[in-house]
């Protein structure tokens, strides 16, 4: 891989996990929010969104396996609602998942998925999904990843772990709040509130381009 095309694989997958940068702004922000701001037409506006977006499945499947995986143990209602309308949904595939959603548990599918970036955008809506903080659990749990130097997906679930809980934490209090109960335990995320997100971005970046002139990662 050449270096300006990790630089750019790496930029665009930190960017990936701020769901409003990918989706239609209005859905997006009910993602990032649905844990304090409850809106009643979540289902709808997810059916209208994944009948018309052109996000590649791939990427917002992560996004809404951890969302609707975790609302649908949540809130009953939800996941009744979503079961009358999912043939609605138009896409194949997508209709695919949420009926896989709507028959599983998401601890379960959490057990069962490897440790990757996609992992930390599951945990993430699983969050905003709910305010359940051991889904924070499962992502500081990744963090540590970021000193792999074998493993380029190991260490990428590392960064994005780290970037992403720095990012979070200055937009969501209580992220900022969960953190610091545990930052006597957990010595790294004194680092994650202190630093900029961008900080963690850069020093990312910087690992990938030495990695690669030693010949690692290329």
């Known amino acids: 891989m050449k270096k300006a095309t990790i630089i750019l694989a790496i930029t665009l997958m930190l960017s990936e996990i701020s769901f409003a940068q990918n989706m239609n702004r209005d859905f997006g922000q009910i993602l990032q929010t649905y844990y304090l701001h409850k809106d009643n037409d979540v289902v709808d506006k997810a059916v209208d969104f994944i009948n018309k977006t052109p996000m590649d499945y791939n990427k917002l499947s992560p996004i809404l396996t951890g969302f609707f995986g975790a609302a649908f143990i949540n809130d009953k209602t939800i996941k009744s609602d979503f079961a009358k309308k999912l043939n609605l949904v138009e ?7 949420l009926t896989f959603l709507l028959s599983s548990n998401i601890d379960t599918i959490y057990s069962k998925t490897k440790i990757s ?3 930390n955008d599951m945990n993430w ?3 905003f999904a709910t305010g359940s903080t051991k889904y924070l659990d499962n992502i500081i749990a990744n963090a540590p990843y970021i000193e792999n130097r074998t493993d380029l997906n ?3 679930a590392g960064a994005t772990a780290k970037w992403s809980l720095s990012s979070n934490s200055r ?3 209580l992220v900022t709040k969960y ?3 545990l930052i006597n ?14 900080y963690f971005q850069n020093a990312t970046i910087g690992i990938l381009k030495i990695q690669r002139e030693k010949g690692i990662w290329n």
């Open 91 to 97: 896409k194949p595939e997508f209709k695919q998942l």
């Open 117 to 119: 970036t996609s992992l």
């Open 125 to 127: 809506s699983s969050f």
């Open 154 to 156: 190991l260490f990428l």
């Open 171 to 173: 937009q969501h209090a």
């Open 179 to 181: 953190l610091n109960s």
């Open 185 to 198: 335990k957990n010595i790294m995320l004194k680092e994650i509130l202190e630093k900029e997100p961008q």
